[in-house]
Protein backbone atom coordinates (compact mmCIF):
# COMPACT_ATOMS: atom_id res chain seq x y z
CA UNK A 1 0.00 0.00 0.00
CA UNK A 2 1.53 3.52 -0.96
CA UNK A 3 0.59 4.68 2.61
CA UNK A 4 2.74 7.21 4.87
CA UNK A 5 3.93 4.68 6.07
CA UNK A 6 6.41 4.16 3.11
CA UNK A 7 8.63 7.18 4.01
CA UNK A 8 12.18 6.43 2.20
CA UNK A 9 13.51 9.11 0.46
CA UNK A 10 11.47 11.98 1.68
CA UNK A 11 13.23 15.01 2.70
CA UNK A 12 11.13 16.72 4.25
CA UNK A 13 9.99 15.19 7.29
CA UNK A 14 12.10 17.85 9.85
CA UNK A 15 15.17 17.70 12.16
CA UNK A 16 16.09 14.73 14.13
CA UNK A 17 14.94 15.03 17.41
CA UNK A 18 17.36 13.23 19.73
CA UNK A 19 16.89 12.40 23.59
CA UNK A 20 19.84 11.72 25.83
CA UNK A 21 19.07 9.40 28.73
CA UNK A 22 15.88 8.20 26.93
CA UNK A 23 13.98 6.01 29.27
CA UNK A 24 12.27 2.83 27.41
CA UNK A 25 9.09 3.97 28.19
CA UNK A 26 8.33 7.55 28.45
CA UNK A 27 4.86 7.49 30.42
CA UNK A 28 3.44 4.14 32.02
CA UNK A 29 0.03 4.27 29.21
CA UNK A 30 3.33 3.49 26.92
CA UNK A 31 4.29 0.84 28.71
CA UNK A 32 0.59 -0.40 29.53
CA UNK A 33 -0.16 -0.34 25.31
CA UNK A 34 3.15 -2.22 24.35
CA UNK A 35 2.68 -5.09 27.12
CA UNK A 36 -1.43 -5.38 26.14
CA UNK A 37 -0.52 -5.51 22.00
CA UNK A 38 2.42 -8.42 23.39
CA UNK A 39 -0.28 -10.39 25.23
CA UNK A 40 -3.27 -9.94 23.02
CA UNK A 41 -1.16 -11.41 19.95
CA UNK A 42 -0.95 -14.34 22.07
CA UNK A 43 -4.90 -15.12 21.33
CA UNK A 44 -3.39 -15.48 17.48
CA UNK A 45 -6.28 -13.84 15.93
CA UNK A 46 -3.66 -11.72 13.71
CA UNK A 47 -0.31 -12.84 12.40
CA UNK A 48 2.65 -10.16 12.20
CA UNK A 49 1.90 -8.65 9.04
CA UNK A 50 -1.14 -8.30 9.43
CA UNK A 51 -0.33 -6.20 12.23
CA UNK A 52 2.12 -4.39 10.65
CA UNK A 53 -0.61 -3.78 7.75
CA UNK A 54 -3.03 -2.34 10.78
CA UNK A 55 -0.72 0.41 11.30
CA UNK A 56 -0.32 1.15 7.69
CA UNK A 57 -4.02 1.10 7.41
CA UNK A 58 -4.14 4.20 9.72
CA UNK A 59 -5.16 7.21 7.96
CA UNK A 60 -2.17 9.36 7.02
CA UNK A 61 -2.90 12.31 8.97
CA UNK A 62 -3.26 10.26 11.77
CA UNK A 63 -0.42 7.83 11.07
CA UNK A 64 2.28 11.28 11.13
CA UNK A 65 0.91 13.15 13.49
CA UNK A 66 0.41 10.45 16.24
CA UNK A 67 3.73 9.23 18.69
CA UNK A 68 4.72 5.29 18.38
CA UNK A 69 2.53 4.32 21.35
CA UNK A 70 -0.70 6.33 20.12
CA UNK A 71 -0.65 4.16 17.01
CA UNK A 72 -0.38 1.10 18.89
CA UNK A 73 -3.26 1.82 20.97
CA UNK A 74 -5.02 2.85 18.04
CA UNK A 75 -4.55 -0.19 16.41
CA UNK A 76 -4.88 -2.83 19.24
CA UNK A 77 -8.56 -0.33 20.14
CA UNK A 78 -9.17 -1.53 16.18
CA UNK A 79 -8.22 -4.91 16.36
CA UNK A 80 -9.89 -6.39 19.74
CA UNK A 81 -13.53 -4.99 18.00
CA UNK A 82 -12.38 -6.25 14.61
CA UNK A 83 -11.10 -9.58 15.38
CA UNK A 84 -14.66 -10.28 17.81
CA UNK A 85 -12.48 -10.21 21.27
CA UNK A 86 -14.32 -7.22 22.41
CA UNK A 87 -17.65 -6.07 21.40
CA UNK A 88 -18.55 -2.04 19.63
CA UNK A 89 -20.59 -1.55 23.07
CA UNK A 90 -17.80 -3.33 25.49
CA UNK A 91 -14.80 -0.98 24.03
CA UNK A 92 -16.90 2.20 24.13
CA UNK A 93 -18.41 1.51 28.01
CA UNK A 94 -15.07 -0.16 28.76
CA UNK A 95 -17.53 -2.60 30.70
CA UNK A 96 -17.83 -6.19 29.92
CA UNK A 97 -21.82 -6.81 29.08
CA UNK A 98 -23.57 -8.74 31.00
CA UNK A 99 -23.92 -12.39 30.41
CA UNK A 100 -20.56 -11.94 28.17
CA UNK A 101 -18.55 -14.97 29.47
CA UNK A 102 -14.99 -14.56 30.86
CA UNK A 103 -11.75 -16.62 29.07
CA UNK A 104 -8.34 -17.61 30.57
CA UNK A 105 -6.12 -15.26 29.78
CA UNK A 106 -4.13 -17.27 26.55
CA UNK A 107 -0.50 -15.53 28.30
CA UNK A 108 0.18 -16.50 31.98
CA UNK A 109 2.98 -15.89 34.25
CA UNK A 110 4.17 -19.03 33.46
CA UNK A 111 4.70 -19.04 29.39
CA UNK A 112 5.94 -15.29 29.34
CA UNK A 113 9.53 -16.65 28.67
CA UNK A 114 8.51 -19.94 25.88
CA UNK A 115 6.10 -16.21 24.46
CA UNK A 116 9.17 -13.49 25.24
CA UNK A 117 11.71 -16.16 23.24
CA UNK A 118 9.61 -17.37 20.72
CA UNK A 119 10.43 -15.97 17.21
CA UNK A 120 9.75 -16.71 13.65
CA UNK A 121 9.98 -20.19 12.04
CA UNK A 122 13.05 -21.06 10.00
CA UNK A 123 14.38 -19.81 7.62
CA UNK A 124 15.37 -23.20 6.01
CA UNK A 125 13.59 -25.50 3.89
CA UNK A 126 14.48 -27.54 0.82
CA UNK A 127 11.51 -27.59 -0.59
CA UNK A 128 11.07 -24.16 -1.65
CA UNK A 129 13.41 -23.37 -4.61
CA UNK A 130 15.06 -19.98 -5.35
CA UNK A 131 14.30 -18.08 -8.27
CA UNK A 132 17.61 -15.87 -7.96
CA UNK A 133 21.11 -16.49 -7.20
CA UNK A 134 23.85 -14.84 -5.37
CA UNK A 135 25.55 -12.35 -7.73
CA UNK A 136 22.49 -12.19 -9.97
CA UNK A 137 21.35 -8.85 -11.26
CA UNK A 138 17.57 -8.04 -10.65
CA UNK A 139 15.07 -5.27 -10.94
CA UNK A 140 12.55 -4.59 -8.10
CA UNK A 141 9.21 -4.93 -9.40
CA UNK A 142 7.50 -1.90 -10.11
CA UNK A 143 3.98 -2.93 -8.12
CA UNK A 144 1.55 -0.63 -6.56
CA UNK A 145 -0.53 -3.12 -4.63
CA UNK A 146 -3.15 -1.64 -2.67
CA UNK A 147 -2.84 -4.49 0.26
CA UNK A 148 0.31 -5.16 2.55
CA UNK A 149 3.72 -4.90 0.81
CA UNK A 150 7.43 -4.77 2.39
CA UNK A 151 8.51 -3.17 -1.39
CA UNK A 152 9.02 0.11 -0.56
CA UNK A 153 8.26 2.80 -3.09
CA UNK A 154 12.17 3.67 -3.90
CA UNK A 155 13.66 0.54 -4.56
CA UNK A 156 10.54 -0.07 -7.41
CA UNK A 157 11.62 -0.33 -10.68
CA UNK A 158 15.46 -0.05 -9.54
CA UNK A 159 18.21 -2.36 -10.54
CA UNK A 160 20.46 -3.91 -7.90
CA UNK A 161 22.43 -7.33 -7.28
CA UNK A 162 21.86 -10.19 -4.70
CA UNK A 163 24.62 -10.25 -2.27
CA UNK A 164 23.07 -13.10 0.17
CA UNK A 165 20.23 -15.69 0.32
CA UNK A 166 18.74 -15.49 3.82
CA UNK A 167 16.04 -18.61 3.16
CA UNK A 168 12.87 -18.71 3.32
CA UNK A 169 10.54 -16.71 4.90
CA UNK A 170 5.99 -16.09 4.79
CA UNK A 171 5.11 -13.87 2.13
CA UNK A 172 3.99 -10.97 3.93
CA UNK A 173 1.27 -9.34 0.47
CA UNK A 174 -0.49 -12.11 1.05
CA UNK A 175 0.45 -13.34 4.89
CA UNK A 176 -1.45 -10.06 5.92
CA UNK A 177 -5.09 -10.56 4.45
CA UNK A 178 -5.25 -14.28 5.58
CA UNK A 179 -4.64 -15.70 1.75
CA UNK A 180 -1.90 -18.61 2.86
CA UNK A 181 0.88 -18.96 4.07
CA UNK A 182 3.35 -18.87 1.31
CA UNK A 183 6.91 -19.39 1.72
CA UNK A 184 9.81 -17.60 -0.68
CA UNK A 185 13.61 -16.86 -0.85
CA UNK A 186 14.40 -13.31 1.00
CA UNK A 187 17.69 -12.18 -0.69
CA UNK A 188 19.78 -9.47 0.38
CA UNK A 189 20.18 -7.25 -2.40
CA UNK A 190 22.37 -4.20 -3.13
CA UNK A 191 21.17 -1.09 -4.96
CA UNK A 192 23.75 1.79 -5.77
CA UNK A 193 22.71 4.83 -4.02
CA UNK A 194 23.08 6.25 -7.23
CA UNK A 195 20.42 3.85 -8.95
CA UNK A 196 18.24 4.64 -6.23
CA UNK A 197 18.88 8.89 -5.93
CA UNK A 198 20.33 9.84 -9.38
CA UNK A 199 23.71 11.11 -9.89
CA UNK A 200 24.30 13.28 -6.68
CA UNK A 201 24.35 10.52 -4.58
CA UNK A 202 28.11 9.04 -3.20
CA UNK A 203 28.93 6.95 -6.00
CA UNK A 204 30.47 4.45 -3.41
CA UNK A 205 27.40 4.34 -1.12
CA UNK A 206 24.43 1.69 -1.07
CA UNK A 207 21.51 0.58 0.39
CA UNK A 208 20.57 -3.02 0.93
CA UNK A 209 17.17 -4.31 1.04
CA UNK A 210 15.57 -7.55 2.07
CA UNK A 211 13.16 -8.64 -0.85
CA UNK A 212 11.45 -11.42 -1.61
CA UNK A 213 11.67 -13.98 -5.10
CA UNK A 214 8.00 -12.24 -5.65
CA UNK A 215 9.45 -8.73 -5.22
CA UNK A 216 12.24 -9.31 -8.06
CA UNK A 217 12.50 -10.14 -11.99
CA UNK A 218 15.67 -10.59 -13.86
CA UNK A 219 17.16 -7.23 -14.73
CA UNK B 1 10.01 16.21 22.67
CA UNK B 2 7.37 17.58 20.21
CA UNK B 3 6.01 14.31 19.77
CA UNK B 4 4.58 13.75 23.03
CA UNK B 5 3.44 17.08 23.35
CA UNK B 6 1.19 16.01 20.94
CA UNK B 7 0.10 13.28 22.49
CA UNK B 8 -3.52 13.92 24.08
CA UNK B 9 -3.99 13.89 27.68
CA UNK B 10 -7.07 11.22 27.53
CA UNK B 11 -5.09 8.76 25.99
CA UNK B 12 -3.89 7.49 29.77
CA UNK B 13 -7.70 7.15 30.77
CA UNK B 14 -8.36 5.66 26.97
CA UNK B 15 -5.57 2.93 27.95
CA UNK B 16 -6.49 2.36 31.37
CA UNK B 17 -10.04 2.02 30.03
CA UNK B 18 -8.73 -1.00 27.25
CA UNK B 19 -7.07 -2.57 30.19
CA UNK B 20 -9.66 -3.27 32.71
CA UNK B 21 -12.32 -4.32 29.65
CA UNK B 22 -9.70 -6.94 28.81
CA UNK B 23 -9.18 -8.03 32.29
CA UNK B 24 -12.61 -8.28 33.04
CA UNK B 25 -13.13 -10.33 30.05
CA UNK B 26 -10.26 -12.62 31.06
CA UNK B 27 -8.53 -11.98 27.86
CA UNK B 28 -5.24 -10.60 29.39
CA UNK B 29 -3.49 -11.03 33.06
CA UNK B 30 -1.98 -7.55 34.34
CA UNK B 31 0.74 -9.53 35.92
CA UNK B 32 1.66 -11.03 32.92
CA UNK B 33 1.72 -7.38 31.05
CA UNK B 34 3.83 -6.28 34.24
CA UNK B 35 6.47 -9.11 33.59
CA UNK B 36 6.09 -7.79 29.72
CA UNK B 37 7.13 -4.76 30.77
CA UNK B 38 9.96 -5.59 33.44
CA UNK B 39 11.52 -7.27 31.06
CA UNK B 40 11.79 -4.64 28.56
CA UNK B 41 12.76 -1.99 31.23
CA UNK B 42 15.34 -4.09 32.67
CA UNK B 43 16.21 -7.34 30.91
CA UNK B 44 16.85 -6.25 27.90
CA UNK B 45 18.43 -3.47 26.55
CA UNK B 46 22.09 -2.12 24.57
CA UNK B 47 24.13 -3.51 27.08
CA UNK B 48 23.53 -6.67 25.94
CA UNK B 49 24.60 -5.35 22.36
CA UNK B 50 27.64 -3.90 23.85
CA UNK B 51 28.69 -7.32 25.56
CA UNK B 52 28.41 -9.22 22.43
CA UNK B 53 30.56 -6.43 20.42
CA UNK B 54 33.48 -6.39 23.53
CA UNK B 55 33.47 -10.23 23.55
CA UNK B 56 33.94 -10.08 19.30
CA UNK B 57 36.86 -7.22 19.86
CA UNK B 58 38.48 -9.36 22.38
CA UNK B 59 37.97 -12.83 20.67
CA UNK B 60 38.89 -13.12 17.08
CA UNK B 61 37.42 -16.63 16.72
CA UNK B 62 34.46 -15.19 18.63
CA UNK B 63 34.24 -12.54 16.31
CA UNK B 64 34.21 -14.68 13.18
CA UNK B 65 31.29 -16.67 14.64
CA UNK B 66 29.68 -13.70 15.24
CA UNK B 67 29.36 -12.41 11.72
CA UNK B 68 29.24 -16.05 10.40
CA UNK B 69 26.01 -17.72 12.74
CA UNK B 70 25.12 -14.24 15.03
CA UNK B 71 22.39 -15.53 16.37
CA UNK B 72 24.53 -18.89 17.97
CA UNK B 73 26.91 -16.34 18.97
CA UNK B 74 24.82 -13.95 20.93
CA UNK B 75 22.94 -17.14 22.40
CA UNK B 76 26.27 -18.42 23.64
CA UNK B 77 26.06 -15.00 25.98
CA UNK B 78 22.80 -15.74 26.63
CA UNK B 79 20.35 -13.79 24.64
CA UNK B 80 17.72 -14.73 22.90
CA UNK B 81 14.38 -13.71 23.02
CA UNK B 82 12.70 -13.13 19.63
CA UNK B 83 12.93 -10.54 17.06
CA UNK B 84 16.55 -11.65 17.07
CA UNK B 85 16.99 -15.12 15.88
CA UNK B 86 17.65 -14.01 12.21
CA UNK B 87 19.95 -11.51 13.49
CA UNK B 88 23.38 -10.00 11.39
CA UNK B 89 25.97 -8.71 12.15
CA UNK B 90 27.46 -6.06 9.97
CA UNK B 91 31.05 -5.02 10.87
CA UNK B 92 32.54 -1.48 9.90
CA UNK B 93 36.03 -0.57 9.11
CA UNK B 94 38.49 1.93 8.13
CA UNK B 95 37.06 1.54 4.65
CA UNK B 96 33.28 0.30 5.54
CA UNK B 97 30.29 2.26 7.07
CA UNK B 98 26.98 0.20 8.15
CA UNK B 99 23.91 2.08 9.00
CA UNK B 100 20.37 0.27 10.22
CA UNK B 101 17.09 1.77 9.32
CA UNK B 102 13.79 0.08 9.36
CA UNK B 103 11.58 3.27 6.65
CA UNK B 104 8.30 1.01 6.72
CA UNK B 105 7.97 0.37 10.56
CA UNK B 106 10.41 -0.23 13.47
CA UNK B 107 12.10 -3.13 13.29
CA UNK B 108 15.42 -3.30 15.26
CA UNK B 109 17.32 -6.41 16.70
CA UNK B 110 15.73 -6.58 20.29
CA UNK B 111 17.42 -9.40 22.32
CA UNK B 112 20.80 -7.12 22.03
CA UNK B 113 19.56 -3.25 21.55
CA UNK B 114 16.48 -3.83 23.66
CA UNK B 115 13.03 -1.22 22.10
CA UNK B 116 14.46 1.05 19.80
CA UNK B 117 14.77 4.70 20.75
CA UNK B 118 12.51 7.51 19.41
CA UNK B 119 14.55 9.24 16.71
CA UNK B 120 14.30 5.31 15.40
CA UNK B 121 11.12 5.44 14.87
CA UNK B 122 10.38 8.71 13.74
CA UNK B 123 9.91 9.85 10.15
CA UNK B 124 13.27 12.34 10.06
CA UNK B 125 15.24 9.17 10.24
CA UNK B 126 13.10 6.61 8.51
CA UNK B 127 12.52 8.81 5.56
CA UNK B 128 16.18 10.19 5.24
CA UNK B 129 18.23 7.31 6.52
CA UNK B 130 18.34 6.02 2.87
CA UNK B 131 18.77 8.99 0.86
CA UNK B 132 21.21 11.31 2.85
CA UNK B 133 22.76 8.58 5.66
CA UNK B 134 25.83 10.87 5.37
CA UNK B 135 23.95 13.89 6.06
CA UNK B 136 22.12 12.08 9.18
CA UNK B 137 25.93 11.02 10.50
CA UNK B 138 26.51 14.41 10.75
CA UNK B 139 23.37 14.91 12.83
CA UNK B 140 24.90 12.49 15.06
CA UNK B 141 28.62 14.26 14.81
CA UNK B 142 30.13 11.48 12.61
CA UNK B 143 31.85 12.95 9.48
CA UNK B 144 32.82 10.33 6.88
CA UNK B 145 35.60 10.95 4.51
CA UNK B 146 34.68 10.65 1.10
CA UNK B 147 36.49 7.73 0.48
CA UNK B 148 34.53 5.50 2.84
CA UNK B 149 31.60 3.62 1.96
CA UNK B 150 28.58 3.73 3.60
CA UNK B 151 26.26 0.83 3.41
CA UNK B 152 22.37 1.20 4.90
CA UNK B 153 20.50 -1.47 5.45
CA UNK B 154 17.09 -1.19 5.25
CA UNK B 155 15.35 -3.85 7.69
CA UNK B 156 12.78 -4.42 5.10
CA UNK B 157 12.08 -8.46 6.09
CA UNK B 158 12.59 -10.31 9.34
CA UNK B 159 16.14 -10.38 9.00
CA UNK B 160 18.05 -7.61 11.93
CA UNK B 161 21.34 -5.83 11.74
CA UNK B 162 23.15 -5.40 14.31
CA UNK B 163 26.16 -3.29 13.75
CA UNK B 164 29.64 -4.06 14.64
CA UNK B 165 31.62 -0.96 15.07
CA UNK B 166 35.22 -0.29 14.53
CA UNK B 167 37.54 -0.78 18.22
CA UNK B 168 38.94 2.67 18.90
CA UNK B 169 42.16 3.23 19.20
CA UNK B 170 43.94 3.81 22.60
CA UNK B 171 41.79 0.71 23.80
CA UNK B 172 44.40 -1.79 24.21
CA UNK B 173 44.73 -2.37 27.48
CA UNK B 174 41.01 -2.63 28.39
CA UNK B 175 39.43 -5.67 29.59
CA UNK B 176 36.11 -6.67 28.53
CA UNK B 177 34.17 -4.91 31.22
CA UNK B 178 35.59 -1.73 30.27
CA UNK B 179 35.49 -1.77 26.52
CA UNK B 180 31.73 -2.51 26.92
CA UNK B 181 31.38 0.30 28.68
CA UNK B 182 32.39 2.24 25.90
CA UNK B 183 30.12 0.80 23.42
CA UNK B 184 26.73 3.12 22.40
CA UNK B 185 23.48 1.88 21.51
CA UNK B 186 24.15 4.59 18.63
CA UNK B 187 27.60 2.53 17.30
CA UNK B 188 25.56 -0.52 16.96
CA UNK B 189 22.70 1.51 14.93
CA UNK B 190 26.03 2.93 13.26
CA UNK B 191 24.64 6.28 13.45
CA UNK B 192 28.14 7.24 15.68
CA UNK B 193 31.59 5.94 15.85
CA UNK B 194 32.98 3.98 19.60
CA UNK B 195 34.93 6.96 21.18
CA UNK B 196 36.92 7.47 24.07
CA UNK B 197 35.33 9.20 27.09
CA UNK B 198 37.90 12.25 26.95
CA UNK B 199 37.03 12.54 23.13
CA UNK B 200 33.00 11.88 23.26
CA UNK B 201 31.09 14.56 21.59
CA UNK B 202 27.56 14.64 22.30
CA UNK B 203 24.86 14.54 19.16
Not at chain 2, 128 to 155: H, M, N, Y
Not at chain 2, 182 to 190: E, H, K, S
Request: with cysteine.
Amino acid sequence: MNGAHDMGGQRDMGPLEYEKNEPVFHAPWEARVYALTRAMRAWGKWNLDADRHALERLPPADYLRMSYYERWFHRLARQVVEYGLVSKEEFDSGMANPGSTKVTPSMTLATVPDWLSRGIPSSEDPNVRPRFTVHQRVRARHINPSGHTRLPRYARGKAGVIVRDHGVYLFPDSNAHFQGETRQHVYSVRFAATELWGDDASPRDSVHLDLWDDYLERA
Amino acid sequence: MVERARVPSDLTLRVKSLESLLVEKGLVDPVVLDALIDTMEHKVGPRNGARVVARAWMDPVYKQRLLENAPAAIAELGYTSGQGEHTLVVENTARVHNLVVCTLCSCYPWPVLGLPPVWYKSAPYRSRAVIDPRGILREFGTQLPDDVEVRVWDSTAELRYLVLPERPAGTELMNEEQLASLITRDAMVGVAKVTLPTSRGNP
